[in-house]
T-cell receptor, first 112, second 115 residues
Framework: EDKVVQSPLSLVVHEGDTVTLNCSYE??????LLWYKQEKKAPTFLFML????IEKKSGRLSSILDKKELFSILNITATQTGDSAVYLC????????????FGQGTRLTINP | NAGVMQNPRHLVRRRGQEARLRCSPM?????VYWYRQLPEEGLKFMVY????????ESGMPKERFSAEFPKEGPSILRIQQVVRGDSAAYFC?????????????FGQGTRLTVV
């Protein structure tokens, strides 16, 4: 069964801290890995990763994929209260299975 | 993404009633996906449709649930004879092509509460 596991499930830090969110996967036909941010509404797209070892960066957020060890990390530096959200990791399956398999999410809380 | 429109945003149904959830994809998108999110859980794939065709319904319960994406109009997820366990947020996503080439955009979701 295709599986995506995120850790930690919940994380509370102070504003200004740096956080690392983890995502490991075990799927039959990997195509790409995506990160989403969800704040009580629609998941909003952050990154799509297809190649190992190439860091994607957007402001204070960055992410990298390791296809050999089957995991990805999402880093957020200098966290702000507006970063508080659930961060979802999903793997897009290739071949005939056109769907995303999501992890359970990491709930990140940034305290002022 | 505001481009994918779902309605209603909130829906309350009594046990045994029918629930109809609508999803209008972004303009130019012909691929629609439905996901369900139970409280404190990730999104679970339900069904993938293209115009007038169900491509993959492997995540949808065999009974009481159905989905369609007609040539004209929104995609509809229909749940008959709802039970308490159907209470969840239902998200629709659309894309112009398959997942292989592009990320999909999610709607705001419909929160279904069965009382």
């Amino acid at each position: 069964e295709d599986k995506v596991v995120q850790s930690p499930l919940s994380l509370v830090v102070h504003e200004g801290d740096t956080v690392t969110l983890n995502c490991s996967y075990e799927v039959t036909n990997f195509r790409s890995l995506l990160w989403y941010k969800q704040e009580k509404k629609a998941p909003t797209f952050l990154f799509m990763l297809t190649s190992s070892g190439i860091e994607k960066k957007s402001g204070r957020l960055s992410s990298i994929l390791d296809k050999k060890e089957l995991f990805s990390i999402l880093n957020i530096t200098a966290t702000q209260t507006g970063d508080s959200a659930v961060y979802l990791c999903a793997v897009a399956l290739g071949g005939g299975a056109q769907k995303l398999v999501f992890g359970q999410g990491t709930r990140l809380t940034i305290n002022p | 993404n505001a481009g994918v429109m779902q309605n209603p945003r909130h829906l309350v149904r009594r046990r045994g009633q029918e629930a109809r959830l609508r999803c209008s994809p972004m303009k130019g998108h012909s691929h629609v996906y439905w996901y369900r999110q139970l409280p404190e859980e990730g999104l679970k794939f339900m069904v993938y449709l293209q115009k007038e065709n169900i491509i993959d319904e492997s995540g949808m319960p065999k009974e009481r649930f159905s989905a369609e994406f007609p040539k004209e109009g929104p995609s509809i997820l229909r749940i008959q004879q709802v039970v308490r366990g159907d209470s969840a947020a239902y998200f629709c996503a659309s894309s112009p092509r398959t997942w292989l080439d592009t990320e999909a955009f999610f709607g705001q979701g419909t929160r279904l509460t069965v009382v």
